[in-house]
């Protein structure tokens, strides 16, 4: 009520009322008059509209209004028991239609803006308050704006994302663009900058075929106009070959990491941490996460690499923590490769992932020459650095190519 009257009554001035002074103040009176016996004072919307009503335009109109009441509590209450009681129902009757006048516009607005879960909220109040009693639908009210809140805070800010074959793009397959969506809106597409031009780079330096293919494009464009003339089918077939970006030459070498990037955009609590798990449990199981847990599972879905970008992870709790630790040991047993990247520069942090063996548990390359960051080991420092320790791992390594995480086509 303190934070609602605060917030109504400010609203029409050119003032900052701070609601949380009030209930600060609220309850350490109350806690102090209770020990000796006084009834607890509480706050009301209806004295803070009617100051409000007869112009009062500082703080020192509370002071007053309390001394007031004190004043007439020790000297007046006789005379005050005469007082017909018209008068206090229109005193009351005042401030309520005052409070009414406010209502249609709140709701017009929510209407307006599609805020149903206020006007539910509103509706419920309303209801349990006529039809019971104003304790009831205050506390339903409470009660459901509580559900709310667990409910928004147990929905994970993390984005799950997997790699469009043969480019340096990752994609959220489960993106919601559409209008009614609650999704929280996180960017569809991720672009790893200079990945592209690492990999072709890694082709020319891996497999000498590649480098004839460019010895003959470089000899092609130096010669001379007659010996163009004379070796055109020799440059056709160079630009051919070109142009279907060594496909033949290397089958799928572009799409062999079966790869997702897990962006957590948010501090990580116990709450959102099951959520987190729960996701990359259906992303690995069905290759989304609004499948059913009875779908069909899907076939040619070797995941071999998780990289965390932890950019936004600013703090951990305990709880959320033994949650990742059994998320990263779980990928460590199966044989897939964790990368932390981006940690955010804190000690707390730092030494928390430290302390519980996550630490242990990651992926290290050493790849100076590839030219991976690694300033607080075993963390990189970019998404690309994770990237090029990933493809170097995959380049010492002799298994299957094709991967549904990295084969996932964009609508």
Sequence with gaps: MSSESAGLVGSGRDVRLSPSRELVSLGTVGTTVSMFGALPSFGGYARSKLNAMIGAKTPVSGCVMGLTTLF???????????LPLCVL????????????QESPK??????RTKGWNE?????????????????IGVAMGCFYSLMRVLKHSTQSRVQILARVAGTDTFVNPDFDDSPSSNFFKLPRRLIVSGYKEFRRQSLVDENPAVTMLNDIQNSSSSQSQASQE?????????NNLADTKMVDVFPQLEDREGCLIVKIAEPLTFFNANDMKGRLKRVEMYG????????????????????????GMTSIDSSATQIMYDIVNNYQKRGINVFFSRIFKSRHLIQRLRDSGIEKLLSIVD????????TIRPYYDDILDALKAIDKID???????????????MD
């Excluded at 089918?233 to 160079?238: Q, R, T, Y």
């Excluded at 599972?297 to 970008?309: E, I």
């Excluded at 790849?367 to 690694?374: A, K, S, T």
Aim: with cysteine; proline share 1%.
């Design 72 to 82: 007439v509590t020790f000297n007046f209450l006789n005379y005050v028991y005469y």
């Design 89 to 100: 129902n229109a005193v009351i009757a005042t401030v309520g239609w005052h409070m009414i």
């Design 106 to 111: 709140e709701i017009s607005f929510h209407i």
């Design 119 to 135: 006007i539910i909220t509103f509706f419920v109040t309303l209801s349990a308050s006529l039809y019971y009693s104003i304790e």
């Design 230 to 238: 004379r070796d055109k089918n020799a440059g056709v077939l160079a």
């Design 288 to 311: 989304s996460t609004h499948e059913h847990p009875g779908s069909k599972q899907k076939t040619n879905k070797t995941l071999r690499h998780v990289v965390f970008d932890l950019h």
């Design 367 to 374: 790849g100076e020459e590839f030219g991976i960051r690694q």
């Design 395 to 409: 380049s010492s390594c002799e298994w299957e190519t094709r991967s549904y995480f990295s084969n996932i086509g």
